[in-house]
């Protein structure tokens, strides 16, 4: 059975740090791009970071650029996101998502995804 399986959300004040980590289990990730994304209430999800698992190239949208870094452990089949400089608007639900054949820029913009996760809840707030 294939899965995603995120952890590390909670509360942080503006200004601090959380790393999220997204597991993978029951499949392989050969040809796949991982990906972070988030959705707020009301809001459409939307592709934040992805990371191609085969060459490592990476994607990130303007507004967490700088902050926020993607990586990857191939040998842990997990995928991390580390926040940085956290602002209120980062208040989100977070989903890891892996889309195979598709290139980091592709899944990030047009949200392809052939699997997600549960998400994990980020808020930042004083």
């Known amino acids: 059975q294939r899965q995603l399986v995120e952890s590390g959300g909670g509360l942080v004040q503006p200004g601090g740090s959380l790393r999220l980590s997204c597991e993978f289990s029951g499949f392989t990730l050969d040809y796949y791009s991982i990906g972070w994304f988030r959705q707020t209430p009301g809001q459409g999800r939307e592709g934040i970071t992805c990371?191609?698992?085969?060459?490592?190239?990476?994607f990130y949208v303007d507004s967490v650029r700088g902050r926020f870094t993607i990586s990857k452990d191939s040998i842990k089949n997990t995928v991390y996101l580390q926040m940085d400089n956290l602002k209120p608007e980062d208040t989100a639900v977070y989903h890891c998502?892996?889309?195979?054949?598709?290139?980091?820029?592709?899944?990030?913009?047009?949200?392809?995804?052939?699997?997600w996760g549960q998400g994990t809840l980020v808020t930042v707030s004083s």
């Open positions: 990371i191609s698992n085969n060459d490592g190239s990476t």
């Open positions: 998502a892996a889309a195979w054949l598709t290139t980091p820029a592709d899944m990030c913009i047009m949200t392809k995804s052939n699997y």
